[in-house]
Nanobody
Framework: QVQLVESGGGLVQAGGSLRLSCAASGSIGSGNPMGWYRQAPGKQRELVAR??????VYADSVKGRFTISRDNVNNTVYLQMNSLKPEDTAVYYCYVVRQFLNYWGQGTQVTVSS
C-alpha cells in the first residue's frame, strides 16, 4: 500500500508560479512512474507530467512552463509551475505506479486568476 500526500496548491495571479510536492510512503524505485494529472471542472482528468528513470513526459499545454522533478531518496515528486495561466486552474493529483497498481493523492487545488 502506498500513500501520497500533496502540498503546495493555492491561488496565484496569471504569470505567477507555484510548486507542488507529493511525498510517497514506502519504497518507490526510480523505475516506478510518478507524476501529476489535473482535472478542471467539467473536463476529464489529463496527464500533466510524468517522470520515470530520469525520463520526463509533458502535456503539450505545459511544455516550457512546468518542470517535474523527483527526489528518489525521500520518495517525493515535485511540479514547478511557472508562467501560470487561468486555464491551468484545476485540481492536481499526484500518482505513482507500483507493482502494476496506480496510487493517487487526495488532490490539491490550483487556481490562477486573470
Amino acid at each position: 500500500q502506498v500513500q501520497l500526500v500533496e502540498s503546495g496548491g493555492g491561488l496565484v495571479q496569471a504569470g505567477g508560479s507555484l510548486r507542488l510536492s507529493c511525498a510517497a510512503s514506502g519504497s518507490i524505485g526510480s523505475g516506478n512512474p510518478m507524476g501529476w494529472y489535473r482535472q478542471a471542472p467539467g473536463k476529464q482528468r489529463e496527464l500533466v507530467a510524468r517522470i520515470m528513470s530520469g525520463s520526463t513526459v509533458y502535456a503539450d499545454s505545459v511544455k516550457g512552463r512546468f518542470t517535474i522533478s523527483r527526489d528518489n531518496v525521500n520518495n517525493t515528486v515535485y511540479l514547478q509551475m511557472n508562467s501560470l495561466k487561468p486555464e491551468d486552474t484545476a485540481v492536481y493529483y499526484c500518482y505513482v505506479v507500483r507493482q502494476f497498481l496506480n496510487y493517487w493523492g487526495q488532490g490539491t487545488q490550483v487556481t490562477v486568476s486573470s
